[in-house]
């Protein structure tokens, strides 16, 4: 990745906490260091029985007596838990760290679970469609964090994202850093073999996936491409300051 973010000047307006981004977050990493701290033989039988592999789906493959701990289509979910190393895991929780919460803010917090999962599961059948026999274990939150990606460049594609280039601080919009990555993800996958160690299409798949869900699970008057739609006179500010203060019952685009 080029391009590392930091932190975006995109505040929240309609939660407070976001509550579902910081405990996916927290889960991440106390599953990992569980899994790091536990001997090999023991860090075997989590990714193989809880990694997701195509050809265990495809039925191609069956797991040793003793490791099977989940059907295999439920591995679709429990694969966006587990990572392969501090790097890796640090990748994902930073980009669900500056992106994640304006999602969770936009759809609310049940909704952006459910975004979160289904963007997960639809990116590692992506790259089960690509590589059905491979016996390669797909693990990480990359397919979930891509769908937050879409459903940001849907919502703010002119927010400001701060990256580090060398040691100096730079604001880049948005839409340039997320279409930039995805084309580097997309221009890899093309590249990228059956045997390649990043499930490149398992990304294109969940930021793909990101966009139609967005549109499934968004509540009635959230913005899109920057723009507000609420009814003239009332700012997005104003309908959020609505939400935390007035209460549920009022009246309103946000209801």
Same mark, same amino acid.
């Given at each position: 990745?080029?391009?590392?973010?930091?932190?975006?000047?995109?505040?929240?307006?309609?939660? @407070?906490?976001?509550?579902?981004?910081?405990?996916?977050?927290?889960?991440?990493?106390?599953?990992?260091?569980?899994?790091?701290?536990?001997? =090999?033989?023991? &860090?075997?039988?989590?990714?193989?029985?809880?990694?997701?592999?195509?050809?265990?789906?495809?039925?191609?493959?069956? %797991?040793?007596?003793?490791?099977?701990?989940?059907?295999?289509?439920?591995?679709?979910?429990?694969? &966006?838990?587990? *990572?392969?190393?501090?790097? *890796?895991?640090?990748?994902?929780?930073?980009?669900?760290? /500056?992106?994640?919460?304006?999602?969770?803010?936009?759809?609310?917090?049940? @909704?952006?679970?459910?975004?979160?999962?289904?963007?997960? /599961?639809?990116?590692?059948?992506? !790259?089960?469609?690509?590589?059905?026999?491979?016996?390669?274990?797909?693990?990480?939150?990359?397919?979930?964090?891509?769908?937050? %990606?879409?459903?940001?460049?849907?919502?703010?594609? #002119?927010?400001?994202?701060?990256?580090?280039?060398?040691?100096?601080? /730079?604001?880049?919009?948005?839409?340039?850093?997320?279409?930039?990555?995805?084309?580097? &993800?997309?221009? !890899?996958?093309?590249?990228?073999?059956?045997?390649?160690?990043?499930?490149?299409?398992?990304?294109?798949?969940?930021?793909?996936?990101?966009? =139609?869900?967005?549109?499934?699970?968004?509540?009635?008057?959230?913005?899109?491409?920057? !723009? &507000?739609?609420? =009814?003239?006179?009332?700012?997005?500010?104003?309908?959020?300051? @609505?939400? @935390?203060?007035?209460?549920? #019952? !009022?009246?309103? =685009?946000?209801?």
């Amino acid at each position: 990745m080029p391009f590392i973010p930091l932190h975006d000047e995109n505040p929240r307006l309609l939660i @407070r906490w976001p509550w579902v981004t910081w405990g996916l977050m927290l889960g991440c990493v106390l599953i990992h260091a569980l899994v790091t701290f536990a001997d =090999p033989e023991a &860090q075997n039988r989590i990714f193989l029985a809880l990694g997701f592999m195509p050809a265990l789906l495809s039925g191609n493959v069956v %797991l040793p007596d003793g490791y099977s701990i989940v059907p295999a289509w439920l591995t679709l979910v429990s694969y &966006q838990f587990l *990572h392969g190393g501090w790097a *890796h895991l640090g990748g994902n929780m930073l980009f669900l760290w /500056v992106f994640g919460d304006n999602i969770e803010d936009a759809l609310g917090h049940l @909704r952006f679970i459910i975004f979160f999962l289904l963007s997960g /599961v639809i990116g590692g059948l992506a !790259q089960y469609a690509i590589a059905p026999h491979s016996e390669i274990t797909l693990i990480g939150a990359s397919g979930a964090v891509s769908g937050i %990606l879409a459903a940001y460049l849907l919502l703010h594609p #002119k927010a400001r994202v701060w990256i580090p280039i060398v040691i100096v601080p /730079v604001f880049l919009p948005a839409w340039l850093l997320l279409i930039g990555w995805f084309g580097l &993800q997309l221009f !890899q996958g093309i590249l990228s073999s059956d045997l390649s160690n990043v499930a490149w299409w398992a990304h294109i798949g969940g930021f793909v996936a990101g966009i =139609p869900l967005y549109f499934l699970l968004r509540r009635r008057g959230t913005p899109l491409f920057g !723009q &507000q739609d609420l =009814p003239s006179g009332i700012t997005l500010r104003d309908a959020a300051r @609505r939400k @935390r203060w007035k209460g549920r #019952k !009022q009246a309103g =685009p946000w209801e």
